[in-house]
């Protein structure tokens, strides 16, 4: 008979009480067998992305393979030195007294999780959750069935059941589980879910990370190379068909520099994946057909586009398509565009960007291409987002020395490495005073001398 969600976090909730994840042992052993679960099912995995998304099989191992793997082998040896004791001195007025702090596991934690990444962007937080001590609860996509069903038998076999489970479904089965006590809420995919995620949370008071979206700008000034921008952000924008969080979702550039741009871009796009993008076996498909016709509605039929939108709802392709003669009140600059398409803006100069971009919500990730320190300085010192690169695309998201998270539309919370140790524990302030000599009297009331 199968578990209730109520069951089920029942469960997990009395193994998180018997200690049964604590132990850093245990931690260790666990992170080991999903190393082991993952490279012993790697055509398994590539085979359920590559149904879900069309996902080329080396993207898949790069974009989500590796990154699990890498943050295990990051995180494995470091769960002790980052669970240790620090110590900290106590004022003169409490001593002799010792005070340290220490990271201790949050309990039970949820994990929901879209479908663009399905491995990675399900693992990759659980990984840090183990690390830190928890058990945990995973809702992987219904919009990438393949590799959910693949996830759940596998963490299934190789991870310790009692403090693991995977249950699937949509949203009824995700408003229920919302409904439980967990001791965090670790929540992947767009902003209007993510206020319901919130919402749940906070009747409960549970403390919650949101790794949201929204539209990440890119800026490119005349003293950029173009012809590294154009490659890199071709690469950002149409790996994954578009479908990354972090991708440039539009790009701000001077008027001169818009013909010259579109046209590097899309000559990168035919390098990339020739001139019948949907025939490439680099090049995925759109996730479903509602997907797709979100994204078919945003590609204006009056304007110039620089490389011909071909698209193929049977398969779910769409090809790479790079918009200039954009407005900001056009369509595909309201929304996320998640999708292979990049319109490009004319602005003045940076300043200007700079203006654009503080006018709209806070953006997960922001790009600026220059070789100019002033404009760097700029946008380092005038914008907010969840990241910065300069010259550099997804870069951030790669190292696991970095804490990876957006800023209040784009997110709240962040992991990767230390940060998702720490996102996953609380720290605990611990005091300890000897009872003898009792040097705490001089502190008791009447206050007589201490207020004279
Ligand atoms: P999705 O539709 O797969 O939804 C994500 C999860 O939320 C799923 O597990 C789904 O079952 C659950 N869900 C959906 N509706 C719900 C509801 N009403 N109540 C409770 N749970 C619900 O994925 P998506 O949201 O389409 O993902 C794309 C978005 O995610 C984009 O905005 C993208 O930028 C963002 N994203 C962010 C990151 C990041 O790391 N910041 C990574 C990937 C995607």
Redesign the pocket.
């Known amino acids: 008979m199968t578990e209730t969600c109520e069951q089920t976090v029942r469960r997990l909730h009395r193994s998180f009480d018997e200690g049964v994840s604590r132990p850093l042992a245990w931690r260790r052993e666990q992170l080991g067998r999903m190393k082991r679960m993952i490279t012993a099912h790697r055509k398994d995995i590539e085979q359920a992305v590559f149904l879900d998304l069309g996902k080329p099989a080396a993207e898949t191992a790069l974009m989500e393979i590796k990154l699990v793997l890498d943050e295990i082998r990051f995180v494995e040896p470091r769960i002790e030195r980052w669970s240790r004791r620090h110590h900290a001195v106590m004022p003169l007025l409490m001593q002799p007294a010792r005070s340290w702090t220490m990271a201790e596991p949050k309990g039970v934690v949820l994990v929901?999780?879209?479908?663009?990444?399905p491995l990675m962007?399900s693992l990759e937080p659980m990984v840090d959750a183990i690390a830190a001590g928890n058990c945990v609860c995973l809702?992987?996509?219904?919009?990438?069935p393949n590799t959910s069903t693949l996830l759940e038998r596998l963490i299934g076999e190789y991870l310790d059941p009692r403090a693991f489970a995977v249950v699937q479904?949509?949203?009824p089965e995700?408003?229920e589980l919302?409904r439980q006590p967990f001791d965090h809420i670790f929540?992947?995919?767009?902003?209007r879910?993510g206020s319901?995620?919130m919402e749940a949370a906070a009747k409960q008071l549970t403390p919650v990370t949101l790794?949201?979206?929204?539209k990440s700008p890119v800026f490119v000034d005349s003293s950029a190379n173009l012809d590294a921008a154009a490659g890199r952000i071709a690469w950002g924008r149409f790996t994954n068909a578009g479908?990354?969080?972090?991708a440039p979702d539009y790009v701000l550039t001077t008027p001169d520099l818009i013909e010259p741009l579109a046209e590097k871009i899309t000559a990168f796009t035919k390098k990339f994946f020739g001139d019948n993008p949907t025939e490439s076996a680099s090049y995925g498909h759109i996730v479903n057909t509602k997907q797709f016709d979100r994204l078919v509605k945003l590609l204006p039929t009056d304007r110039k586009a620089f490389s011909v939108s071909k698209t193929d709802r049977e398969r779910l392709y769409i090809a790479p398509t790079v918009l200039t003669d954009v407005q900001p009140d056009d369509p595909v600059m309201q929304e996320?565009i998640?999708g292979p398409i990049l319109p490009i803006l004319a602005v003045k100069d940076a300043k200007e960007a700079v203006a654009f971009i503080n006018e709209r919500p806070k953006p997960?990730a922001l790009y600026v291409f220059t070789c100019s320190k002033t404009t760097r300085l700029l946008f380092e010192q005038h914008t907010s987002s969840?990241a910065l690169g300069f010259n550099l695309p997804l870069g951030h998201l790669l190292s696991n020395r970095l804490p990876?998270?957006?800023v209040d539309a784009?997110?709240m919370g962040s992991y990767h490495g230390k940060a998702g140790f720490l996102e996953f524990s609380h720290v605990k302030t611990v005091t300890s005073k000897p009872t003898f000599p009792d040097t705490l009297r001089i502190a008791y009331p009447p206050y007589r001398r201490l207020t004279k």
């Open positions: 929901i999780s879209p479908w663009n990444y962007l809702k992987p996509s219904e919009l990438s479904g949509a949203v995700t408003t919302l929540y992947t995919g767009n902003g879910v319901i995620v790794e949201l979206g929204g479908q990354t969080c972090v996320e998640f997960l969840g990876f998270g957006g784009s997110g």
